[in-house]
């Protein structure tokens, strides 16, 4: 494409080159209208002189290109005939095999499957038209149990001659299908050998020889339907290509047999304007088509005006006149990406691919089986959350937009577009199913596409729930003795109860303490199984959370002066307003921080101190627990919130504990829409960093466990 840039011309320079012509005239004017009308007709001179030779060179230039065409379809063509001819050769001289020996139908078959790489299937169909054997690429498959001599192409093989099929898609791939007869050395027909053909040799042949002759080749059945392009994804889209002339032209029944070739320019998918050339097929009356885009194509030709245009001053002039529509009949379209398109059919988890309209591009058997779909109803379907109205769409379209799904949740997020979901279906059966979305880059870095990998997980949860039920039931089927016992050996230490000896008393004050433990193991199991249930049940209401904590120092410092600990607590200087909470809940979490740090104090230093500190920052309330204790080691750390986990220093300093109240102090926390965070060095000490929000929105709608 060529660019003029508009310039004034000197018209005292010019009228002195026309002085020298005209006899008698020193001083010519010209005027600027009559200059442009004498460069209009020059102009017009010049044109007609110059199209005598220029339309001449076009059509050579056009009469070219449709034969370098014409000879890459052509050599197309003889790649899809040798392809059909070698199979149907093969086919037969298979059929002569076993024709000769039946008995060894299954070894034949087997040994071909192997060494062909386009059969996709194979199978012998006896005298009567039932199947004898069957083979694909997996192995022997089972039988159909009908008589399929009443089908066409089986009745055309019983002639005597060979049948080849229309195309049909499976799993989004396109077959055709070829039967050719099964005859004696007599020629007596005894069965039909029937073979699904894949494409796939065809693919790389139209790839070799787009890439060699630098255009795009594909093949496309008598139906209009492309079955053999450079790019399988294309493919796979079973694009109808009959609303475009020159394809009309070429394939289907009824066509001119005279017919050698159809050319024309015309837009492919993509908007790009494009110079095609088809020849004919005429053994299916299917077509061979070559494409180039039209501005690459016609450079040479383009070349050819541009020097026309600069050899003539008047051309310019036109040219720079009508520039700007010059520049709008040029336009540059930027070709659609291509899809990577590398779907697993046997993967154990369900696999969706699509792009950013939310039009599927591939599906696996998997992702059909759990979302009760069919590929061929959904592949290439733009969806929207209105689709889930549809019954058979609304697990797809709960997966595919996850915030309309029912009990949808993300379980975590590694940026603002990979996350992992959890969320129930119930068509066509009821499901929990964790979903992982991932980008997918294409070759400028950009993401081009998405994946939706679909993980079955109700038998998980079916194994959870299970677990947490039990624990529940355990824990109150024991609460009730442990209650029983507790009050019984508090009356036998009472004063109502006989005096006792000092051996007696301290037998009954052990068990007494063991069952307190066990009482508290229980609540805290109760606990547990509560908040899992989501019903662990908050109260939320106005408090001071500075009175709070000093509420829960005074009742813990007589445990700390008994355990020689320092229990300090400071104050913020300003008065914070009060903070929307669960006292009970808060009270218990708090507590345990401030409990463990008093119980993992070390027994050996004269200065163990616990230090609480309550801080007002711009959105938060901060609650810090310090101690100079026996600390965490570091490899703990990442499990310190889980259920039943305890540190080996934890264990060897105390045998009491579960194991599960940071478990419940993270999951209370994280209901109040806050955070705690953990800072440790073993034999050094602990800080604990609780963060409570002071906006009430933040405070999650509904309970969620926590899990580390």
Not at 15 to 28: E, I, M, N, Q
Not at 148 to 164: L, N, Q, T
Not at 318 to 341: F, G, M, P
Not at 590 to 596: E, Q, R, V
Request: aromatic share 10%; hydrophobic share 45%.
């Amino acid at each position: 494409m060529s660019i003029f840039t508009k310039k004034k011309i000197n018209l005292p320079l010019v009228s002195a080159l026309f002085a020298r012509f005209l006899p008698g005239k020193r001083d010519v004017v010209i005027s600027s209208s009559f200059f442009t009308v004498f460069l209009f007709f020059l102009g017009i001179i010049l044109v007609l002189a110059n199209i005598l030779w220029l339309l001449p060179a076009l059509e050579a230039i056009q009469g070219t290109i449709t034969q370098n065409h014409f000879t890459v379809a052509s050599r197309a063509r003889e790649s899809v005939d040798q392809f059909f001819n070698f199979n149907v050769v093969y086919l037969r001289t298979l059929a002569s095999d076993i024709g000769s020996n039946p008995l060894t139908v299954r070894q034949e078959l087997e040994i071909s499957m192997r060494d062909n790489v386009a059969f996709q299937r194979l199978t012998f169909l006896n005298q009567e038209g039932f199947e004898v054997s069957r083979i694909d690429r997996f192995g022997f498959e089972a039988l159909e149990s009908a008589s399929r001599k009443a089908e066409e192409a089986v009745i055309v093989a019983f002639s005597g001659e060979s049948f080849i099929g229309p195309v049909f898609f499976e799993k989004g791939e396109p077959l055709t299908t070829i039967y050719v007869p099964i005859m004696t050395e007599r020629r007596e027909v005894i069965g039909v050998l029937e073979s699904q053909l894949r494409f796939r040799t065809v693919w790389n042949a139209m790839e070799t020889i787009s890439r060699e002759s630098g255009s795009r080749v594909f093949l496309v059945d008598n139906e209009g339907t492309r079955v053999a392009d450079p790019d399988p994804s294309v493919v796979l889209q079973r694009e109808n290509l009959m609303v475009r002339d020159v394809v009309r032209t070429i394939v289907g029944p009824g066509k001119d047999v005279a017919l050698s070739l159809a050319q024309g320019v015309y837009e492919d998918e993509n908007g790009t304007s494009v110079f095609g050339v088809g020849v004919p097929y005429k053994k299916l009356g299917w077509g061979v088509f070559v494409e180039t885009p039209a501005d690459a194509l016609f450079s040479a030709r383009n070349k050819i005006i541009f020097l026309f245009i600069l050899g003539t001053f008047i051309l310019l002039v036109i040219v720079l006149w009508s520039s700007s529509r010059v520049t709008n009949l040029v336009n540059s379209l930027d070709e659609k990406r291509r899809q990577t398109n590398a779907i697993i059919s046997h993967l154990t988890d369900g696999l969706i691919q699509y792009d950013k309209d939310f039009a599927v591009i591939l599906i696996n058997d998997t992702a059909e089986r759990l979302l009760g779909v069919r590929s061929d109803d959904i592949l290439g379907r733009i969806f929207s959350p209105k689709d889930s109205k549809k019954k058979e769409w609304s697990s797809l379209v709960g997966v595919l937009f996850p915030v309309i799904a029912e009990d949808a949740h993300i379980v975590s997020s590694g940026d603002k577009e990979t996350k992992i979901t959890e969320l129930k279906i119930e068509y066509p059966v009821a499901r929990d199913l964790q979903v992982v979305t991932v980008p997918v880059t294409d070759e400028e870095g950009g993401t081009g596409s998405y994946l939706k990998v679909i993980r079955d997980i109700s038998y998980e949860k079916v194994i959870a729930r299970a677990k947490t039920e039990f624990l529940s039931l355990a824990a109150h089927q024991l609460r009730t003795p442990l209650s029983a016992i507790k009050w019984t050996l508090d009356f036998l230490l009472g004063k109502d109860a006989e005096p006792l000896t000092e051996e007696q008393r301290k037998f009954l004050e052990g068990a007494f303490a063991s069952n307190d433990r066990m009482i508290k193991l229980i609540d805290a199991l109760l606990n547990v199984s509560r908040i899992e249930e989501g019903r662990f049940g908050y109260e939320f209401e106005p408090g001071d959370i500075v009175s709070l904590v000093e509420n829960i120092i005074s009742g813990l410092m007589p445990i700390s002066n008994k355990a020689g600990v320092a229990l300090k607590f400071t104050k913020p200087e300003l008065v914070i307003p009060p903070l929307m909470f669960d006292k009970e809940r808060m009270r218990f979490a708090i507590g345990n921080l401030i409990d463990n740090a008093v119980r993992y104090s070390r027994k050996d230093a004269s200065d163990s101190f616990v230090t609480v500190a309550v801080r007002d920052t711009e959105d938060f309330v901060e609650v810090e627990v310090s101690d100079n204790g026996i600390g965490i080691p570091q490899e703990h750390v990442p499990h310190l919130f889980e259920k039943f986990s305890r540190a080996v220093n934890a264990q060897k300093a105390t045998s009491e504990g579960s194991g599960l109240g940071l478990f419940i102090v993270k999951n209370i926390i994280v209901r109040h829409g806050g955070d705690i965070r953990v800072e440790s060095q073993e034999n050094r000490g602990t800080h604990f960093i609780v963060t409570i929000p002071k906006d009430p929105t933040k405070i999650p709608p509904a309970e969620k466990t926590f899990e580390e």
